[in-house]
């Protein structure tokens, strides 16, 4: 029969590695994905402008920058959130591994689950010190 401990960690690896992966998916879509081609400018086919077609001109160029700018916004986030999922997949898998290793009674699996109960204990403490007021 299998520990408790082994199952947990089996979970808690599927509960952290599932989010972790899709995140991964939605990063790698975002990077495939072509970005539209850029409309061509409103006065070019026009031999004599009027202040109507310059203005459209304007709000153009403006809606475009605010554009690029978020996109670039955009682009930062997501690749902070996949470097994160990354490591939380790294996480997970080790978790997983551990659990195995705890319901094979492996000697190494019991160090590296005292390991990961530290890092708990640690990140806990921690987090109790910075928020204490």
């Known amino acids: 029969m299998e520990s ?3 199952i947990l ?3 808690a690896a599927a ?3 599932l989010p972790c992966v899709a995140v991964l998916v939605l990063w ?3 990077r495939l994905k072509a970005p539209p ?3 061509g400018s409103v006065v070019a086919g026009v031999d004599h402008p009027d202040a109507v077609l310059w203005t459209l001109e304007g709000l153009q160029r403006a809606i475009g920058a605010a554009g690029r700018g978020l996109d670039g916004l955009s ?3 997501m690749s ?3 470097a994160l999922a990354l490591c939380g997949l790294v996480l997970s898998v080790g978790l997983w591994f551990t659990g ?3 319901a094979s009674n492996a000697p190494w699996a019991r160090v590296v689950a005292l390991g990961f109960v530290a890092l708990v204990g640690l990140t806990a403490a921690l987090i109790t010190i910075v928020t204490r007021r």
């Open 80 to 82: 902070g959130a996949a």
């Open 37 to 39: 081609p850029s409309p």
């Open 100 to 102: 195995r290793g705890l």
């Open 9 to 11: 960690l089996r979970v």
């Open 28 to 30: 790698l879509v975002a």
């Open 4 to 6: 408790l401990a082994s």
């Open 15 to 17: 509960l952290l590695g």
């Open 75 to 77: 682009r930062i986030a």
